[in-house]
């Protein structure tokens, strides 16, 4: 069992930085590939990036391709999501997720966190 708990979020301007953590309980976190995934009002939940277990590997969506960028701490049991040049397109809440293999499908996540909300005023 993984549970996860993210922050980091909060109101800001087009243009500006956030960085999200997600930590995450337990001693297995290093065996989970570790995703952010966000969703806005009326719309499905979309993926943005994940890292794979090692940190070797990351992969990130168009959309945020180039702005944003993934990281683990795998001592620390957290991964990050550092945003920049952010949009109001980016505004959603945003949720990171814990799965066994490499995926943009929410589906292949186990263990998910609540969420944290980012909103970006144009």
């Known amino acids: 069992q993984v549970q996860l708990v993210e922050s980091g979020g909060g109101l800001v301007q087009a243009g500006d930085s956030l960085r999200l953590s997600c930590a995450a309980s337990?001693?297995?976190?290093?065996?989970?590939?570790m995703g952010w995934f966000r969703q806005a009002p009326g719309k499905q939940r979309e993926f943005v990036t994940f890292i794979s277990r090692a940190g070797a590997s990351t992969y990130y969506s168009d959309s945020v391709k180039g702005r944003f960028t993934i990281s683990r701490d795998n001592a620390k049991n957290t991964v990050y999501l550092q945003m920049n040049s952010l949009k109001p397109e980016d505004t959603a809440l945003y949720y990171c997720?814990?799965?066994?293999?490499?995926?943009?499908?929410?589906?292949?996540?186990?263990?998910w966190g609540q969420g944290t909300q980012v909103t970006v005023s144009s």
């Open positions: 337990g001693r297995t976190f290093s065996t989970y590939a």
């Open positions: 997720a814990a799965g066994r293999t490499n995926s943009f499908a929410p589906s292949n996540y186990d263990y």
